[in-house]
């Protein structure tokens, strides 16, 4: 079955630090590719997403490429603020059933940035 | 403000209570979801109902009851719950059929924290 893989948390930035953290994926067929995030105390909001290989998403400055040949969707910031501490959580949309989605998410990776 | 909306926000029952969950979207959606949150493990998908009818249930106890009297409200009804089903429980809804730029995007409240005792 479909499942996504991204690295443990949590991940520790100073402010302003470059940010990465990798999703890989396996599914049938052509998923869609999503980032949440999880903010303390909240529900899950969608950051960005990527419909096919080779788009990039890209939402308040973090973006995501599609990348087909390495089955990845990593997240990438250039520079991180106190306030994009949150969890972060990887999905795929599996397209096979009709009249509802089926997203399958990884497991979260918490950030944490400091001042 | 994501449109749906959750009460209550935290809740904590004994074994042997009755409790509900609700859910209401302000989106127009379609579909609605619930699912479960707990430490260290990946979302649970438990139910979805299109169009207001049941259409996926993922091996859920049964002393998990969702109800959907309809397209804009979503239930979760509780009894006689373990220990083990403390977590938040999170509502989503989406348009579907989606396709294009509103493929598989799901629209999520900000959850009920459930603490059973």
């Known amino acids: 079955g479909d499942s996504v893989t991204q690295m443990e948390g949590p991940v520790t930035l100073s402010e302003e630090a470059f940010l990465t953290i990798n999703c890989t994926y396996t599914a049938t067929g052509y998923p869609s590719l999503f980032w949440y995030v999880q903010y303390p105390g909240e529900g899950l909001q969608l950051l960005l997403k990527?419909?096919?290989?080779?788009d990039k998403g890209s939402n308040k400055g973090f973006e995501a490429t599609y990348r087909k040949e390495t089955t990845s969707f990593h997240l990438e910031k250039g520079s991180v603020q106190v306030s994009d501490s949150a969890v972060y959580f990887c999905a795929l949309s599996d397209q096979m059933n009709s009249g509802y989605s089926t997203l399958t998410f990884g497991k979260g990776t918490m950030l944490l940035v400091s001042p | 403000e994501t449109g749906v909306t959750q009460t209550p926000r935290h809740l904590v029952m004994g074994m042997t209570n009755k409790k509900s969950l609700k859910c209401e979207q302000h989106l127009g959606h379609n579909a609605m979801y619930w699912y479960k949150q707990s430490a260290k493990k990946p979302l649970e998908l438990m139910f979805v109902y299109s169009l207001e009818e049941r259409v996926e249930n993922n091996s859920v106890p049964s002393r998990f009851s969702p109800e959907c009297p309809n397209s804009s409200h979503l239930f979760l009804h509780l009894h006689t719950l373990q220990p083990e089903d403390s977590a938040l429980y999170l509502c989503?809804?989406?348009?579907?059929?989606?396709?294009?730029?509103?493929?598989?995007?799901?629209?999520f409240g900000e959850g009920s924290r459930l603490t059973v005792l």
């Open positions: 989503a809804s989406s348009q579907e059929p989606g396709g294009g730029e509103n493929t598989g995007e799901l629209f």
């Open positions: 990527a419909t096919k290989a080779d």
